[in-house]
Structures are given as C-alpha cells and as structure tokens.
C-alpha cells in the first residue's frame, strides 16, 4: 500500500521569504503521480502542481515549484516570494498510475504566511 | 472555468438519520470519487465510481454508505444511519479520462459539505 508522509504539521514564513514543505512517499510502483494540494480556510481542495513520476525534470508553476527525488521518494513543495493568501493547509498527494483508485493524502502541513 | 458543485454547504442531522450529500461533477467527466475529512485530519478516500457503477471503496465505505447518479449529472452519497463520527467534510471529487493518464489526471474537488451529526 501506498503511504505519503508530511512530517512538518505546521510552519510559518515571513510574507516576500521562501518556504519548503516536506513529503515522503512508500510505493513500489514505478509510475505514479504526484500532486500538492492547498486546502485554504474555505476548505475548498486546490491543486497547486503536479509531477509525473517518469518526468525528472521538476515542475514549476509560477512561484511554486518541487523537488521531486525518486530514489528518495522525496516531493517538497517550495514557494517562492510567500504570499498572505498562500496561508492555508498543503497537502501532499499520490496517485498509482492507471488505478481507478482515489489518491492517497498525507496528513497534511499548515502553512502561515506573516506579514 | 468549469467547477465541481456540492450541495449543501452544510448539512445538521440527528444520530441514526438518512443524509443524502449532493455533487454535480463537470459534465464532460467520467471518473467520480467521494472523500472526507474529519476536522485536524487528513483526505480520506470513500469510493470511486465509474459507469454507473463503484469502481472501487474504502474500507471506510460500509453498507452504511450508498452513491449513485440518478440522472446523468447528480452525483450523491448516502448514508443511511448516520453516527457521531461521521461528522466531517466530504469532498467530491471528479476526473475527465481515465485516472492516471498524463492528460486528465487532475481531480477537480467541489467545496465540500460539511456533515455534523449531532
């Protein structure tokens, strides 16, 4: 069975600093994906990036991107210039490729931005 | 954008009472999971549903639990007995293509209903 693990539950930034989330994964799989999600106060899910396992080439999208190591199962989540919005939960996520499954969630790490 | 829609955004209920959560997924989807989270804790996942039929579930999803999409667009999840522990956020949640092909894989989540059973 698949395990994703956020070891930081909580963690602050200075507002304009950067900030990296942590998450690990057990998997036996070689294809998979990954995903970050930002859950804000509204509760509502938020897909922030996503990294396709067979890719090496790390994902970007604006000013988050992550470190993705698939030797260590290692996918961290780093954001650049932290916003006040960027406050929220992150969760990360994993997904077997060509399951009808659902993806598997992390515990979770709860980001506050200060201004 | 097209979005994933839930309602309602809250819903109260007695312990032992039938609850019906409703989900309308974007339309050209195929691919429809139920999720919960119970307040602190992680994304859980219920059940996944594909041509009209569970395509897989949780060991979370008992005989408690029921979906259907009654009429093409209506997505629900039914609990017939409600108990305190299923107070929590369920999320709907809905994929274009097949899950894990490298163009539809991003689920499109709905804003949640939160369930408290009292």
């Known amino acids: 069975a698949q395990t994703v693990t956020q070891s930081q539950p909580e963690m602050s930034v200075q507002e304009a600093e950067t900030v990296t989330l942590s998450c690990t994964y057990d998997?036996?799989?070689?294809?998979?994906?990954l995903f970050w999600y930002k859950q804000p106060p509204s509760r509502q899910m938020i897909l922030v990036i996503r990294?396709?396992?067979?890719?090496?080439q790390n994902a970007t999208e604006n000013r988050f991107s992550v470190n993705f190591q698939k030797a260590a199962k290692s996918f961290s989540l780093k954001i650049s210039d932290s916003q006040l919005g960027d406050t929220a939960m992150y969760f990360c996520a994993f997904m077997k490729q060509g399951s009808l499954r659902d993806m598997r969630f992390g515990a979770g790490t709860r980001l506050t931005v200060k201004p | 954008e097209p979005e994933v829609t839930q309602t309602p955004s809250h819903q109260v209920t007695q312990m032992g009472q039938e609850v019906i959560l409703r989900c309308v997924p974007i339309?050209?989807?195929?691919?429809f999971y139920w999720y919960r989270q119970i307040l602190g804790q992680k994304v859980e996942f219920l059940v996944s549903?594909?041509?009209?039929?569970?395509?897989?579930k949780s060991e979370i999803f008992d005989d408690q639990f029921s979906v259907e999409r009654p009429d093409g667009s209506n997505f629900t999840l039914k609990i017939r007995s409600t108990k305190l522990e299923d107070s929590a956020m369920y999320f709907c949640?809905?994929?274009?293509?097949?899950?894990?092909?490298?163009?539809?894989?991003?689920?499109?989540f709905g804003p949640g209903t939160r369930l408290t059973v009292l």
């Open positions: 339309s050209n989807h195929l691919y």
């Open positions: 990294q396709e396992a067979y890719k090496q």
């Open positions: 998997t036996s799989e070689s294809n998979y994906y």
């Open positions: 949640a809905s994929i274009a293509g097949p899950p894990g092909t490298s163009e539809n894989n991003e689920q499109f």
């Open positions: 549903f594909y041509n009209n039929e569970i395509s897989e």
